[in-house]
């Protein structure tokens, strides 16, 4: 599968899975949390904690279903029903999924590490989850939670002065200079007063991380 990498904006937007087994969960539990409106077709669907964020229709799948989606997850285990279910989604003008058959889909779910705002996604097109989800667990390995903190910083010294299109030069050379600088080591072990001066140094006034409204142990 040639395909082409992206981040999408899910939040109000329809998503349709087609059967409640292991996988189908396992896509509605990322929906969820990427505050996806989520609808889920089984003739026996299995019980949920967020079932209260979730439009379940407790009977088979029409093509009717798919009506408004916008992503559709074909993941009945039923290869025939599957691919009827894809072939009516595109009909519908909806993106489909297919767990089972990955090259058969629109699109196909990498293996994610988030570390708060930042998040590393790790493909094979499908043909390998395994490998990804492995490759991913190595990576979280090298990529651990004072990441996030670096960004916070990083966006929040971009933020409050530099975001100007003006300054976008200045921008990236400033930004270059903090990440060339101890800044990761100083976070990873939480010197905060070796951040503020090293801010203070490298930005001048203004630049603490109070000032930047962020605080070392509220990031995870």
Same mark, same amino acid.
Not at 6 to 20: F, K, M, P
Not at 62 to 67: E, I, N, P, Q, V
Not at 77 to 93: K, P, S, W
Not at 186 to 201: H, N, Y
């Given at each position: 599968?040639?395909?082409?990498?992206?981040?999408?904006?899910?939040?109000?937007?329809?998503?349709?899975?087609?059967?409640?087994?292991?996988?189908?969960?396992?896509?509605?539990?990322?929906?969820?949390?990427?505050?996806?409106?989520?609808?889920?077709?089984?003739?026996?669907?299995?019980?949920?904690?967020?079932?209260?964020?979730?439009?379940?229709?407790?009977?088979?799948?029409?093509? /009717? /279903?798919?009506?408004?989606?916008?992503?559709?997850?074909?993941?009945?285990?039923?290869?025939?029903?599957?691919?009827?279910?894809?072939?009516?989604?595109?009909?519908?003008?909806?993106?489909?999924?297919?767990?089972?058959?990955?090259?058969?889909?629109?699109?196909?779910?990498?293996?994610?590490?988030?570390?708060?705002?930042?998040?590393?996604?790790?493909?094979?097109?499908?043909?390998?989850?395994?490998?990804?989800?492995?490759?991913?667990?190595?990576?979280?390995?090298?990529?651990?939670?004072?990441?996030?903190?670096?960004?916070?910083?990083?966006?929040?010294?971009?933020?409050?002065?530099?975001?100007?299109?003006?300054?976008?030069?200045?921008?990236?050379?400033?930004? /270059?200079?903090?990440?060339?600088?101890?800044?990761?080591?100083?976070?990873?072990?939480?010197?905060?007063?070796?951040? /503020?001066?090293?801010?203070?140094?490298?930005?001048?006034?203004?630049?603490?991380?109070?000032?930047?409204?962020?605080?070392?142990?509220?990031?995870?």
């Amino acid at each position: 599968m040639a395909d082409y990498p992206l981040h999408i904006e899910l939040a109000g937007r329809l998503c349709v899975v087609v059967g409640g087994g292991t996988v189908g969960r396992r896509k509605i539990t990322g929906l969820l949390a990427a505050g996806a409106r989520v609808k889920l077709i089984d003739p026996k669907p299995p019980a949920f904690d967020q079932a209260d964020r979730i439009e379940i229709v407790a009977r088979p799948y029409r093509a /009717d /279903d798919l009506s408004n989606a916008f992503l559709v997850f074909a993941a009945t285990g039923n290869g025939v029903l599957d691919r009827a279910i894809a072939t009516e989604a595109r009909r519908q003008g909806a993106l489909v999924n297919l767990p089972g058959e990955p090259a058969a889909g629109d699109f196909s779910l990498p293996a994610v590490l988030r570390r708060g705002d930042l998040t590393v996604s790790v493909s094979t097109a499908g043909r390998s989850p395994a490998l990804a989800s492995l490759l991913k667990e190595q990576i979280s390995q090298w990529l651990p939670s004072h990441w996030a903190t670096v960004l916070e910083i990083l966006a929040a010294v971009r933020d409050k002065h530099l975001a100007e299109p003006s300054q976008s030069h200045y921008n990236r050379q400033t930004i /270059d200079t903090l990440l060339k600088t101890e800044l990761v080591e100083l976070v990873a072990t939480g010197q905060a007063a070796a951040i /503020d001066r090293l801010l203070i140094k490298t930005l001048g006034d203004g630049y603490t991380l109070k000032e930047l409204s962020i605080e070392l142990a509220s990031i995870p």
